[in-house]
């Protein structure tokens, strides 16, 4: 049967801006370079060219991030996340304290979420990474991994072997096949860390940071909240919601980054129980004012029944969500509904 291999990107959409809170104009840059995904910017300045000026000094500090969070490539000079998964089982490796910080909120996503968030599961990732790079080049002969070869790798995913020496800022690993694998946390931690760079360096007092459908609002529109369209995977908008001053939402859809063999289609977010794709839901969206901790939710989300997922997100404070399951019902936590665009 012939078998196809499809990628989707965003997960949320930014409706324009107008002028904002800031004075002067609107402007907006896209990003294709960062973190293996679509990304942008949209800010008030005073003009093109100091938009232009602030938003190089905001994408080199994105840069550095999605250089030292890469997994997959090298950059010279640069200590990341692909080194330290290939040396770190032999002694520990002296990281930059970025990568300190994320492995550290990987630790408390892990006990948050029950273990459904686990940057220690690298092993299997890549399995399902692989697979879904073979198809991508070979569609007619694209396969699942073996169920053999990922129970075999699910043996090395056992969070307490990655050891983090915060004082001396090393990480070491107490199994020697173990990896790691941010995916589900560094870009809501990026968003995080780029709205306290743009805070602190005092560039913009208005924006929406958007990568890869991991978004996060900086003051307001105006003096207005910004209207965030939540995507339906079907096509059109589930929702608009009106959000600002830090307010973050982030989206784990199935529809985002998938891959088809014989006809069905499996998506990149892979449960820690099954080592498979949840078939729970088809999108899950969360809302919250840390965009680290809404991206962690999402995927761990993804990965329950809906009413579990609505338990769990009422039991949070200050987090909202949306589920989306596979017939098409919504499913809604208690004062979600009071954040749609009325």
Request: hydrophobic content about 40%; overall charge negative; glycine content about 6%.
């Amino acid at each position: 049967m012939k078998k196809i291999i499809a990628f989707f990107i965003s997960a949320l959409l930014v409706f324009s801006l107008s002028s904002c809170s800031s004075g002067g104009e609107t402007y907006k840059k896209d990003m294709l370079d960062l973190f293996d995904t679509a990304s942008s910017i949209s800010a008030a300045d005073s003009s093109q060219a100091d938009f232009n000026s602030h938003f190089d000094s905001v994408y080199n500090e994105l840069l550095r991030y999605s250089r030292l969070f890469d997994i997959y490539k090298d950059y010279q000079g640069v200590v990341n996340l692909k080194y330290i998964n290939e040396n770190a089982a032999a002694a520990p490796v002296k990281a930059d304290k970025a990568i300190i910080d994320l492995l550290l909120f990987g630790k408390q996503a892990y006990e948050i979420t029950g273990g459904r968030v686990n940057i220690a599961m690298g092993a299997v990732l890549s399995l399902w990474h692989n697979a879904s790079q073979a198809a991508a080049a070979n569609p007619e002969n694209a396969a699942l991994p073996s169920q053999a070869d990922l129970e075999a790798a699910a043996l090395h995913c056992d969070i307490e072997k990655l050891i983090i020496n915060e004082n001396e800022s090393t990480v070491y690993f107490a199994d020697s096949q173990m990896s790691l694998d941010v995916g589900a946390i560094a870009k809501g931690f990026v968003c995080e860390k780029i709205a306290d760079y743009i805070a602190e360096n005092n560039i913009w007092s208005s924006a929406v940071l958007n990568l890869g459908g991991n978004i996060k609002t900086i003051g307001t529109k105006g003096g207005k909240s910004f209207s965030i369209a939540i995507e339906n995977p079907s096509g059109g908008y589930l929702d608009v919601l009106s959000v600002s001053n830090g307010t973050g939402v982030v989206t784990s859809g199935d529809y985002q980054r998938y891959f088809t063999v014989d006809g069905q289609n499996y998506c990149h977010i892979i449960s820690p129980e099954t080592l498979m794709p949840p078939e729970y839901v088809s999108s899950v969206s969360v809302i919250c004012a840390d965009t680290a901790l809404a991206d962690a939710l999402s995927t761990a989300l993804f990965d329950m029944p809906p009413e579990q997922a609505i338990e769990f997100v009422d039991s949070q404070s200050s987090v909202e969500a949306v589920c989306l399951d596979k017939n098409g019902t919504l499913y809604y936590s208690a004062g979600y509904k009071d954040l749609v665009k009325k």
